[in-house]
Every structure is written in C-alpha cells, then in structure tokens.
C-alpha cells in the first residue's frame, strides 16, 4: 500500500523543515507527499512565499486562503476558524493515510481537529520543546496529546512528552529536518546577496528577526524592539532585519522597523520579508551574529557555530547550545551580549562545541519508523498513562 501523507503549511518557517521531508517522500516508493498551501505564503505583506515553494520544485496539492489585513486577536481567532471549514475540503477531497503537523502554530489547530473527526493518524515534528513566553507552548503540548506518532530533535524534548503522559513507544528523536534542508542546500555567494540587498559587502553585518511576546505582560513588544535598536546603534553594523511572524501586533511592530530604519539606519539596514532559506543558510555563516528571538537562532544558527543573541522569554525553556546568549529586554543587556558576541575569545570557543540537533539524517528516520506503522486501533487509541 501507498502511504500518502498531507502537510500543512502557512509560514516561511514551517516549509523550510517540511521541504527535504517532502523532497525524500518523493524519492521513496511506497510513500506519496500531499501538500497544501495557507497562511502568510499568499500574502504580499509577508513575502508571498509561495513563489519560493515553487522554487523548490514541492508539489501543491492545494491552497487556503484565510488571513484578513489585521492582526488582533478577534480576527486572527476569525480567520484561523474560516481556515477550518477549507480545510475540512480536504480531508474530505483527497485520500490521505497521515497528517503531519509540525510545531506550535496556533493555526494547526483546525488541522489538528479535522484530523480527529476524520480518524487520521497525527504525524508531530518538533514536540516535547519548551517556549514560555508565548502561546505556542500551550499549542504544542496539545497537539503532542492528540498526535500519534511523535519526531523529537533530543533526548531533553523526548523526555519532556514522557512528562506530560506520551508513551515511550510512539516517541523517536530523529533530530531537525532543518539541518537535512541545510547540508541540502547549494550555498549561494553571500557577496553578491549582500550587493543585491544594497548594503557593503565589505562591511559586517547580522541578521535581526524579531516576533512579539504573546505572554510577556512587564515589557511591551514596541519597547523591546527600541531597546534592540537603542543597543545596535551603538555598533558599526550593517542588519539584515526579516519580518515576524503573524501574531497579534505583528503589523505594528513591522511599521515600526521601517519607520526606524529610514530615520537612524540609513544606509545600514535593510527590512525583506522573506530572505528564503538558500539565502539565509548562505548568509549566516557569514554573519557576525544573529539576534532576536526566533527559533532558528536557538536550532538553525547553532549548527553554523555563528553567535546567537536570544532576547527574553520567547524561546525560554529550549535546550540552548554555548553559541546562545541569553539577555534581558533592557538595551544595555543586549549590549553587553553583542559585545560577548563579537569577541575573539567567545567565537573561538563556540566553534568547538558540539551541535545537539541531529545530523542530517531526520528524514530518513521519519520514513523508515512510518513505513512500518500500521494504521489501527491500536495506532488511533491511545491510553490514559
């Protein structure tokens, strides 16, 4: 039998792990990859980066369109839910066996329930990891109980689905698809990336993604992200800044990136909303750091032995490698980790260090344990432990 598995994808994010997952489905008999296509990757704001699936050579099965222009919480709770009702077209459409969900996205969540309504087994990337400062930790260890196999990137996440009840035998550490699509992907020349990003390829230069804190109360989002600029203007650094996530705030905080940069970054920073992962695997080696806090400076970065500088509480609770500098919201935190960042002595170090999240290897892993997965009552039931 044919095992077809569908994939959800609504963010440059997600695609950038699913990609070689998906690539190697293609390759493999016996397994066929259904792909549908939402979120962000059809809106202009955010890059439309349904050009750069494309790019990739994925297949799309499908796409959903949901978003509205605004970000607060009663129309992202809208159209998360209109997204549900196309989605239900789907499952009702197209003869899939899994549903892979990846993450902690709070727009899997109407995948996560038609999955259950139409009895498919939940296929979880990236469970069991831990980010306090924001909603998404709640999605996830949602998503971990009602999924029915489980790719964890460690032994500390593999532990932690054991602690919320998940049985050892669903439970594979397969490491990051992230780092299957970066030793995949041919490297481009950061020279003439950085030239067509019109900035001086002779001089340094980080990466900024920056998202707001769902459940961060004492410090607003606009603050913090003055307070990294307040801190970055006092280095002779050129920044690569890319658009956050769609979250509640997300329109300001990007009006405010622009706004800033054409009055005190002239010159020396540039806003793209999407850079695209051949681009950016490309650039940060190159890079004298990346800042902010999302979570492919806590995975992806690592892996590069390039200095991370991760900003309060939004990955709070990831397993951290040496190359990872926490700090708080106030700039003269932030400071003081660019210039551990930017120290002879610190960059010597980290490129010693061993890297946690796996080798390269997670989708041959995921196939091989879903190829011998038989899809029965004892796959769909699972027990109170």
């Known amino acids: 039998m044919v095992k077809r598995i569908a994939f959800f994808t609504s963010c440059r994010g997600d695609i950038g792990i699913l990609t070689p997952l998906i690539k190697k489905i293609y390759k493999t008999k016996g397994f066929e990859a259904l792909l549908f296509v939402g979120g962000t990757h059809l809106s202009r704001k955010y890059g439309y980066t349904l050009n750069e699936i494309k790019q990739e050579g994925l ?13 607060d919480p009663y129309n992202l709770s809208r159209s998360t839910n209109k997204s549900g009702a196309q989605v239900a077209t789907f499952f009702k459409m197209f003869n899939f066996h899994f549903v892979c ?14 999955s259950l309504i139409f009895k498919k087994p939940i296929i979880h990337l990236h469970g069991g990891e831990i980010t306090q400062g924001l909603i998404d930790e709640q999605v996830r260890h949602l998503t971990s109980k009602a999924s029915h196999l489980h790719f964890v990137i460690c032994k500390d996440y593999e532990n932690n689905l054991i602690k919320i009840g ?53 410090v607003s989002a606009m603050q913090q992200i003055k307070n ?8 002779d650094l050129q920044i690569i800044i890319t658009a956050p996530g769609i979250e509640v705030g997300s329109n300001e905080l990007i009006s405010f990136i622009k706004s800033k940069i054409k009055k005190d970054f002239y010159k020396k920073a540039i806003f793209v909303e999407s850079l695209g992962f051949s681009a950016l695997y490309s650039l940060i080696p190159k890079s004298q750091f990346v800042i902010g806090n999302s979570s492919f400076g806590i995975i992806e970065v690592p892996f590069f032995k ?24 106030d700039d003269k935190s932030i400071s003081r980790a660019i210039k551990l960042a ?40 699972k027990p109170f432990v």
Do not use: C, W
């Open 59 to 71: 297949r799309i099965t499908g796409k959903y369109k949901y978003l509205t222009n605004f970000d």
């Open 101 to 114: 969900i990846l993450g902690d996205r709070f727009e899997r969540l109407p995948i996560i329930l038609n």
């Open 166 to 218: 998940e049985q050892k035998s669903r439970i594979f550490n397969s490491g990051a698809l992230a780092i299957d699509n970066i030793l995949n992907k041919k490297q481009k020349d950061s020279r003439s990336l950085i030239i067509n990003l019109g900035l001086d390829p002779k001089k340094p230069f980080v990466i900024l993604t920056y998202h707001p804190v769902s459940l961060e109360f004492k």
């Open 306 to 329: 390039v200095p991370t500088i991760n900003i309060g509480d939004r990955q709070k609770g990831r397993f951290l490698h040496e190359s990872v500098i926490g700090t708080r919201y």
């Open 342 to 381: 930017l120290s002879k002595s610190f960059r010597i170090r980290i490129k010693k260090m061993k890297y946690h999240f796996g080798n390269g290897k997670a989708a041959d892993k995921i196939l091989k344990v879903i190829k011998k997965t038989n899809i029965n009552q004892k796959l769909l039931r």
């Open 228 to 235: 990294i600029f307040l801190a970055l203007k006092k280095f």
